[in-house]
């Protein structure tokens, strides 16, 4: 069963819009959330991750927002460019080194 | 250099054949892994190593078998293979949460 559901499975934004990809967990013992960037035909790179003492986090223009009381966190890509184009992977993990992934969220930025 | 590669890239063979693929990190990393992604796009760990003992094993059928010779290398061998093993494999280390990934070695089985 899947421990991390994410929603959308594909986006398509415009040039300097926001993409906002959402996941949620019922696992209350998660203490880690990664996102992956993949592209096509590369491995999946750690993007960004946040653990649930802070409810925000960001990088450039990615920014992870995290709601503890809703077991919910999203990913923002603010300022969204052609290059963002690529799939994109929550996950959670509670210190067993097991990364539970979401399904997958594939983003089009149109130009 | 290269933090984790893998061999081959892509694997072709045919349903029975006994293949193996190699990863190798120069992180410097205590534990390794690796991860099946299907036709979808999921990604599901198989096995994790930690200095060289297993410590995560999936639900994985028994014809795949990993092996790591030093804390630095992470082999997969997979005997009699099938049809639905066909997907790409990537390898991981880490040495605590965050993973850093291989660029996959995409497996087809005819």
């Known amino acids: 069963q899947q421990q991390v559901k994410q929603s959308p499975q594909s986006l398509i934004v415009q040039k300097g819009g926001i993409s906002i990809i959402n996941c949620a967990y019922e696992?209350?013992?998660?203490?880690?959330f990664p996102w992956y960037q993949q592209f096509p035909g590369k491995g999946p790179a750690l993007l960004i991750a946040?653990?649930?003492?802070?409810s925000e986090k960001k990088e450039g223009r990615f920014t992870i927002s995290f709601n503890k009381s809703a077991k919910q966190f999203s990913l923002h890509i603010m300022d969204s460019q052609p290059g963002d184009s690529a799939t994109y992977f929550c996950?959670?993990?509670?210190?067993?080194?097991?990364?539970?992934f979401g399904a997958g969220t594939t983003v089009t930025v149109r130009a | 250099d290269t933090a984790v590669s893998q061999t081959p890239k892509y694997l072709v063979t045919q349903m029975g054949n006994d293949k193996s693929i190699k990863c190798e990190q120069n992180l410097g990393h205590d534990t390794m892994y690796w991860y099946k992604q299907d036709s979808k796009k999921f990604l599901k760990i198989m096995f994790s190593?930690?200095?060289?003992?297993?410590?995560i094993n999936e639900t994985v059928p028994n014809r795949f078998s990993p092996k790591s010779p030093d804390k630095a290398h992470l082999n997969l061998h997979i005997n009699s293979l099938e049809l639905g093993d066909s997907a790409v494999y990537f390898c991981?280390?880490?040495?605590?949460?965050?993973?850093?990934f291989g660029p996959g070695t995409r497996l087809t089985v005819t």
């Open positions: 696992n209350t013992a998660f203490d880690y």
């Open positions: 190593y930690n200095n060289k003992e297993l410590i």
């Open positions: 996950a959670a993990s509670k210190g067993d080194y097991k990364l539970s």
């Open positions: 991981a280390s880490s040495q605590i949460d965050e993973q850093y």
């Open positions: 946040i653990r649930p003492d802070v």
